[in-house]
């Protein structure tokens, strides 16, 4: 069964504290890997797409990789307004088209 | 107006209601969706629309019905919903529908008295 699991559920860390968000999955081929960020009460904010192992990408204090059964969100020294979940998606090879399977996302605390 | 924009933000109703969620996207995309977050799980894919057509129904209830008229409108009728169908329902498109990257509108967060 494809799944996504994302770990840790909660993660609080100090206004330049550096960190990493683990992203692990299992699925039948992979055609995608997309981390998105979400703030309270609102929709999910596309980040980044991540295609094949080896793959980086990075935005401001983000970073984000991919292996074969995971990808990492480095956030480095964070700001108290990356508070928010981070929430991981694959697109698996088989099965229907479109159809993203999450995890149930890390919620960050940014403390000043 | 611009990205994905979804009506109303927030909605009170009674099991017996009926009512109508509206999701519009600015973007030119071809394939729509409907999900459903509830807390403390991940976000479910309920429809998927692509070029107008319905390619996915992941075994929503029949209370749930979707429409969509043409690529830049979607609509999710509710009636008589149950409590448990309180959640936060996410509208979002891509381009072509085929593992490609979903940008979502801000959600309508719905409750079932």
């Known amino acids: 069964e494809d799944q996504v699991t994302q770990s840790p559920e909660a993660l609080r860390l100090q206004e330049g504290e550096s960190s990493s968000l683990n992203c692990s999955y299992t699925?039948?081929?992979?055609?995608?890997l997309f981390w998105y960020r979400q703030d309270p009460g609102k929709g999910p904010e596309f980040l980044f797409t991540?295609?094949?192992a080896g793959e980086e990408k990075e935005k401001e204090r983000l970073k984000a990789t991919l292996t074969k059964k995971e990808s990492f969100l480095h956030i480095t020294a964070p700001k108290p307004e990356d508070s928010a979940t981070y929430l991981c998606a694959v697109h698996p090879g088989g099965g229907s088209q479109g159809n993203l399977i999450f995890g149930k996302g890390t919620k960050l605390s940014v403390k000043p | 107006e611009t990205g994905v924009t979804q009506t109303p933000r927030h909605l009170v109703m009674g099991m017996t209601n009926k009512k109508s969620l509206k999701c519009e996207q600015h973007l030119g995309h071809n394939a729509m969706y409907w999900y459903k977050q509830s807390a403390k799980k991940p976000l479910e894919l309920m429809f998927v629309?692509?070029?107008?057509?319905?390619?996915e129904n992941n075994s929503v209830p029949s209370r749930f019905s979707p429409e969509c008229p043409n690529s830049s409108h979607l609509f999710l009728h509710l009636h008589t919903l149950q409590p448990e169908d309180s959640a936060l329902y996410l509208c979002a498109s891509s381009p072509t529908g085929t593992a490609d990257t979903q940008y979502f509108g801000p959600g309508t967060r719905l409750t079932v008295l």
């Open positions: 629309y692509n070029f107008k057509e319905q390619t």
């Open positions: 699925v039948s081929g992979l055609r995608g």
């Open positions: 991540l295609y094949s």
